[in-house]
């Protein structure tokens, strides 16, 4: 039976590359020129030159699988999210179902691996729920995760075992065994991440600042009357972040999430409005970028255990 790969023109008359997109398993290997997989829904990929010729990949290429790459050692460019990017030696990307990946041609001396397997794989077990959690799927390429030399030992020995696992004779245990790996490692990757936040002081530091300034700018140049409450995906926007870098960053140096920042940021100026000045609640609401004063009133209660009129009551 022929085999088709669908294509997603990007820019007709532009020289953009056209989006390959890979459907399964089987595809891939087959595009690698390698043996077909030993299970239909998940492949671990030795990346060392001589396994996996990764130069047969398309230069830009979309799936419907999951792929958690380790990139111990790597000559020449990953294309991840937009753009290209050249990953450190001890890195890990993690790429959700329909994101734009790929390559460039030039390889070598790589050394590392990518676990590709469909969701469906999942099914069944609560990692099937849970994945969806892991915030670092939907990262940028900037956002990448730096190993250490002893988290590099870990993560090797987890995709040593998965290797293992689906390169022997499956049996029963099989799948709850490498099921049991993936949760292992995406585990790691969380604490690793964390670690990565809290250790790049300077950057946190200047983060915060730099949140605090644009939340400030933000209301003083009344841009709220215009464009309402500040979001999650503008600040990240302004930051250069990917929302949920930004909110995991910020949560595992603050102990709150971007969105809870801004809360933190309306009640602050809510206080000030209702304490220095005699607006309305309504107007009050329609200056911080509310487009209901039930909304407002709905949000400084649940923060505060006073609704507005009590607070500035109370405050008088």
Do not use: C, W
Request: aromatic letters at 12%.
């Amino acid at each position: 039976m022929g085999h088709r790969f669908s294509l997603l023109s990007l820019n007709m008359k532009s020289e953009t590359p056209k989006v390959v997109k890979l459907e399964s398993i089987t595809e891939i290997h087959r595009m690698l020129d390698l043996p077909g997989p030993a299970h239909p829904l998940i492949t671990l990929l030795d990346t060392r030159e001589e396994q996996v010729n990764l130069s047969r990949l398309p230069v830009s290429y979309v799936t419907t699988l999951y792929k958690i790459s380790f990139i111990n050692k790597l000559g020449g460019k990953f294309r991840y999210g937009q753009g290209y990017y050249d990953f450190d030696e001890g890195s890990m990307v993690f790429t959700a179902p329909n994101q734009i990946v790929g390559s460039t041609a030039i390889y070598k001396g790589n050394e590392g691996y990518s676990l590709i397997f469909h969701q469906d794989f999942l099914q069944g077990y609560p990692l099937a729920a849970k994945i969806k959690q892991y915030g670092f799927f939907s990262y940028a390429s900037n956002e990448a995760l730096h190993l250490s030399e002893q988290e590099r030992t870990t993560v090797s020995a987890i995709f040593t075992i998965i290797g293992e696992e689906l390169n022997s004779r499956i049996d029963d245990f099989s799948h709850e065994v490498v099921i049991a790996q993936i949760e292992l490692l995406l585990s790691y990757a969380k604490r690793f991440y964390k670690r990565q936040f809290l250790t790049r002081q300077a950057a946190s530091s200047d983060l915060l600042q730099q949140l605090e300034e644009l939340l400030n700018t933000y209301f003083k140049e009344a841009k709220s009357v215009n464009s309402g409450v500040p979001t999650v995906q503008y600040l990240a926007e302004q930051l250069n972040y990917t929302p949920n870098y930004l909110s995991d960053m910020l949560r595992s140096l603050t102990g709150l999430n971007a969105q809870q920042h801004i809360h933190e940021k309306l009640i602050d100026k809510s206080k000030e409005l209702l304490s220095t000045t005699t607006l309305t609640i309504s107007e009050v609401a329609y200056q911080l970028g509310f487009e209901h004063s039930q909304s407002f009133s709905r949000l400084f209660k649940m923060k505060t255990k006073l609704s507005p009129v009590q607070f500035r009551s109370a405050f008088n």
